[in-house]
């Protein structure tokens, strides 16, 4: 493939781009599509799917998040996804180990060991049994009534995310702004079950169409994954992508190009932790380094919302959400041209619409 555009080739296969032949018309088919959406804020990860999706409002996420069509739960890296009930199973089979992993040091700290999560699991399970979805003080409430001690913040919190990566519990619907938790038998009572191999195939095959071209790094990274793992998985797929080099990395993607690309310019608001910029260990495909030293570059650009104008990263915006509009304020680390500025524009009136379909 002659002159790889990775930026634009990520855009399409990411779905982010407008002029996309790729239709999906729920959030569960965007979120199976991409494997998972991070979404430790659960805003911003609601605008991340919302954004894949044309014409999707921020009540439909909800809704969908409401009805179980989607889940919310830890499963790579470690942090919250957003993940389909049809993956969650075979996904944290495969992940949830190497996740343990990473907690480790944080278990021991927190003097909590397989004894005492054996016994949290079966105390959540059965205060959640029967359909009832729980806030996380609700649970505290459960485990400290049954001689559990659940301490500071951060000893709760491993124990509930070990209940997640265990398979017990998963998201509820939220109650007003709260979070609740459900017992995963009953928020995904029928979901496939396959061989390790076969999740191995399945997670390296969704990662590397949705997300390339990408490294084996990146999907290790991504993916949580050990690198042998990542090397037996792309072994296993490799034949359904095409590879190419560049500066001395292997980037694979799938073998079919996009036939059409966004004009220039267009713009996008990213939201913070979006799957386009934190699924790569090397952004420099879509950020220049030389710019976090510009007002509102910042080093950390995964926590910032980030403003894309052709796939590169050009700036930073936040917004203040009133009753019945958003306010974006915009950080260029350049001034923009003429149509540029009415590119913006148009990026900015896409947010407002997914917020406020009705205005």
């Given at each position: 493939?002659?002159?790889?555009?990775?930026?634009?080739?990520?855009?399409?296969?990411?779905?982010?781009?407008?002029?996309?032949?790729?239709?999906?018309?729920?959030?569960?088919?965007?979120?199976?599509?991409?494997?998972?959406?991070?979404?430790?804020?659960?805003?911003?990860?609601?605008?991340?799917?919302?954004?894949?999706?044309?014409?999707?409002?921020?009540?439909?996420?909800?809704?969908?998040?409401?009805?179980?069509?989607?889940?919310?739960?830890?499963?790579?890296?470690?942090?919250?996804?957003?993940?389909?009930?049809?993956?969650?199973?075979?996904?944290?089979?495969?992940?949830?180990?190497?996740?343990?992993?990473?907690?480790?040091?944080?278990?021991?700290?927190?003097?909590?060991?397989?004894?005492?999560?054996?016994?949290?699991?079966?105390?959540?399970?059965?205060?959640?049994?029967?359909?009832?979805?729980?806030?996380?003080?609700?649970?505290?409430?459960?485990?400290?009534?049954?001689?559990?001690?659940t301490g500071a913040l951060l000893r709760l919190g491993y124990i509930i995310m070990r209940a997640e990566l265990d398979g017990i519990i998963?998201?509820?619907?939220?109650?007003?702004?709260?979070?609740?938790?459900?017992?995963?038998?009953?928020?995904?009572?029928?979901?496939?079950?396959?061989?390790?191999?076969?999740?191995?195939?399945?997670?390296?095959?969704?990662?590397?169409?949705?997300?390339?071209?990408?490294?084996?790094?990146?999907?290790?990274?991504?993916?949580?994954?050990?690198?042998?793992?990542?090397?037996?998985?792309?072994?296993?797929?490799?034949?359904?992508?095409?590879?190419?080099?560049?500066?001395?990395?292997?980037?694979?993607?799938?073998?079919?190009?996009?036939?059409?690309?966004?004009?220039?310019?267009?713009?996008?608001?990213?939201?913070?932790?979006?799957?386009?910029?934190?699924?790569?260990?090397?952004?420099?495909?879509?950020?220049?380094?030389?710019?976090?030293?510009?007002?509102?570059?910042?080093?950390?650009?995964?926590?910032?919302?980030?403003?894309?104008?052709?796939?590169?990263?050009?700036?930073?915006?936040?917004?203040?959400?009133?009753?019945?509009?958003?306010?974006?304020?915009?950080?260029?680390?350049?001034?923009?041209?003429?149509?540029?500025?009415?590119?913006?524009?148009?990026?900015?009136?896409?947010?407002?619409?997914?917020?406020?379909?009705?205005?």
């Open positions: 493939m002659p002159d790889l555009d990775i930026a634009q080739q990520r855009l399409y296969n990411q779905l982010i781009t407008r002029q996309n032949e790729r239709s999906f018309d729920t959030p569960e088919a965007v979120i199976q599509w991409l494997g998972a959406v991070q979404a430790q804020d659960y805003g911003a990860a609601k605008w991340a799917v919302g954004l894949r999706l044309p014409g999707a409002t921020d009540d439909d996420i909800e809704q969908a998040m409401a009805d179980g069509a989607i889940l919310r739960t830890h499963i790579l890296r470690p942090t919250w996804h957003f993940v389909s009930p049809a993956d969650i199973r075979w996904m944290l089979a495969l992940t949830a180990p190497r996740v343990n992993a990473a907690n480790a040091s944080y278990y021991r700290q927190t003097e909590l060991d397989d004894t005492i999560f054996a016994r949290s699991n079966a105390v959540l399970a059965e205060a959640l049994r029967g359909g009832k979805q729980l806030t996380r003080q609700e649970l505290r409430s459960a485990l400290n009534h049954a001689g559990i001690e998963c998201s509820g619907a939220r109650r007003g702004k709260q979070f609740t938790y459900a017992l995963l038998d009953e928020r995904a009572p029928q979901t496939e079950t396959i061989d390790r191999e076969e999740a191995l195939a399945r997670l390296t095959s969704r990662y590397f169409m949705s997300h390339g071209p990408a490294t084996l790094q990146d999907f290790v990274w991504w993916s949580s994954l050990t690198a042998a793992d990542a090397r037996a998985g792309l072994a296993m797929v490799g034949s359904q992508f095409i590879h190419e080099e560049i500066d001395g990395q292997t980037y694979w993607l799938p073998p079919s190009t996009p036939s059409v690309k966004d004009p220039s310019p267009t713009v996008y608001l990213l939201p913070n932790f979006d799957e386009y910029i934190v699924s790569y260990t090397d952004r420099s495909a879509i950020f220049d380094e030389s710019q976090v030293h510009k007002p509102g570059g910042r080093g950390d650009i995964l926590s910032n919302r980030t403003i894309l104008i052709d796939g590169q990263i050009a700036g930073t915006w936040k917004a203040t959400l009133k009753k019945d509009a958003a306010i974006v304020a915009p950080t260029f680390f350049t001034p923009l041209n003429a149509a540029e500025q009415s590119a913006f524009a148009a990026a900015e009136e896409r947010y407002r619409a997914f917020l406020y379909p009705q205005k």
